[in-house]
């Protein structure tokens, strides 16, 4: 094992998690409110502003947090955990307010 030196200001995770292709499931899931498509553009887009190397964002797979609402993000080093994103823009300002704090 070897570190990668790296050390972003900021790290999303949004999870993309799809559960509505397995048969009988109720339970409600990110995708496909949100997904990893989505997520893409918001990497494009975080390099539009020239952010690369201090904003990371992971399409990740269920954070916990399941809501009919939309799909949720977690925001890292500070912990926080939204949920309700209906489309990208709801991605991007999340991560604009929370780069306001770091």
């Known amino acids: 094992m070897q ?9 999303i995770f ?3 998690n799809d559960r509505t292709e397995i048969e009988g499931n109720i ?3 990110c995708a496909p409110t949100i997904t990893k498509e989505q997520v893409k553009e918001v990497k494009q887009w975080i390099a539009t502003q020239g952010l690369v190397g ?12 399941c809501s ?3 799909g949720n993000a ?3 080093p500070a912990g926080r955990y939204v949920q309700g994103l209906q489309k990208t823009e709801d991605i991007k300002q999340f991560i604009l307010e929370e780069l306001k704090k770091v």
């Open 74 to 76: 977690c925001a890292w």
């Open 68 to 70: 009919p609402k939309g």
């Open 54 to 65: 201090k904003v990371f964002c992971t399409a990740t797979h269920c954070l916990g947090f």
């Open 14 to 16: 949004v999870c993309t």
């Open 27 to 29: 339970k409600p899931s």
């Open 3 to 11: 570190d990668i030196p790296v050390k972003p200001k900021l790290h």
